[in-house]
């Protein structure tokens, strides 16, 4: 059972995130698990494109779902018409966990209103 005794807030999630480096990544301050990489060989075949969103990616929203659990959204790199959902948990030491990542359509973020 994992506690918690720090709970993050959306900025300093944010803080956390924008301060990911490949340069000095090391295991105890990103990991990923094997439930990633197997789904990632089944939606998007390119686990270093998930990396490079994570190091380097413009966020379009970022969403507290529970305690240190965040999902960060990203314009898909390839598919126009998506959005590239990364959901991380953060731990106490502010490591990041890579726990999931879905495709989702673009137009549950971006919404069109007729004027």
């Known amino acids: 059972m994992v506690f918690f005794i720090i709970d993050y807030s959306l ?3 944010l803080n956390i995130l924008s301060n990911l480096n490949p340069e000095n990544v090391s295991e105890d301050s990103f990991r990923d698990t094997k439930h990633v990489v197997d789904s990632n ?14 190091f380097d990616g413009d966020i379009v929203a970022l969403l507290k779902s529970n305690y240190n659990l965040f999902k960060i959204i990203y314009e898909h790199p390839t598919l126009n018409s998506k959005d ?18 879905l495709n989702q359509p673009k137009e549950r973020r971006v919404r069109t209103y007729e004027r």
Do not use: F, P, Q
């Not at 590239?84 to 990542?101: E, F, M, N, P, Q």
């Open 11 to 13: 900025e300093e999630a």
């Open 84 to 101: 590239l959902c990364v959901v991380v948990s953060i731990t106490d030491d502010k490591g990041v966990k890579l726990i999931t990542t």
């Open 41 to 54: 060989n089944k939606r998007h075949k390119n686990l270093n494109m998930i990396y490079d969103l994570l």
